[in-house]
């Protein structure tokens, strides 16, 4: 069966400070990959998806960035953390047909930034 | 552009009272629909999905959902909610198979009384 890893599961870091979440799925090849953030209260933004190795879609431009050095590897990453980047970061996959749209979702990463 | 909206951002009710959450689409063609939970801290959790054939769809943990193509809806009913089943809900719309294109609504948080 499918099992989607990400971690940390809490990560505290400075303003100014790097960031790098990591998400990785098994079970399954060439899957589709997102990346969402939750803001406290708020419904789920979509900020990067994949649909293969090194092939990236930004949707929202801003302080972040994604990587897929592997196929069922998923990097979020930052150079220079902002307060407005605290949040709950959600990794998704999908199956890579992408015919039912159905997506999987990691346990999450709880960012806050001080 | 297709949209989903959930009109209701919280509800209350009792415990062994039924519950109905509203969610309302807009999409071209015949969507793929789907309801996920989130308890707090954690990630969200397919509860069921609709994709063709018979309009009422069972799911997971006694949840249920009905597809009315005439009212653009897909609501979340269970005839007799645990205290277990407080949680945030969000509906979604798939893309028809295209990555990074569905769509989730703002979700409804669900809170029940003992």
């Known amino acids: 069966s499918q099992t989607i890893h990400q971690w940390p599961a809490t990560l505290v870091q400075p303003v100014g400070s790097p960031l790098s979440l990591e998400c990785t799925v098994e079970g399954t090849s060439n899957p589709n990959l997102y990346w969402y953030r939750q803001a406290a209260g708020r419904g789920l933004q979509l900020l990067f998806y994949s649909v293969g190795i090194g092939q990236i879609s930004s949707e929202v431009p801003q302080n972040l960035s994604a990587s897929r050095p592997q196929d069922r590897q998923f990097i979020l990453s930052s150079k220079k953390l902002l307060l407005s980047d605290s949040g709950f970061y959600l990794c998704?996959?999908?199956?890579?047909?992408?015919?039912?749209?159905?997506?999987?979702f990691g346990p999450g990463t709880r960012l806050t930034v001080l | 552009a297709q949209s989903v909206t959930q009109p209701d951002i919280h509800i209350t009710v009792s415990e062994g009272a039924s519950l109905e959450l509203r969610c309302n689409y807009s999409?071209?063609?015949?969507?793929?629909l789907f309801w996920y939970v989130q308890s707090p801290g954690q990630g969200l959790q397919l509860l069921l999905k609709?994709?063709?054939?018979?309009?009422l769809v069972q799911g997971i943990k006694g949840f249920e959902a009905e597809f009315k193509r005439s009212q653009s809806s897909f609501n979340l009913r269970k005839p007799s909610v645990h205290w277990s089943d407080a949680a945030e809900y969000f509906c979604a719309v798939g893309a028809g198979g295209n990555a990074g294109k569905s769509t989730f609504g703002d979700g409804t948080t669900l809170t029940v009384k003992p």
């Open positions: 609709y994709f063709s054939g018979d309009t």
């Open positions: 998704a996959w999908e199956e890579g047909t992408g015919v039912t749209d159905t997506q999987y």
């Open positions: 999409y071209g063609a015949t969507p793929y």
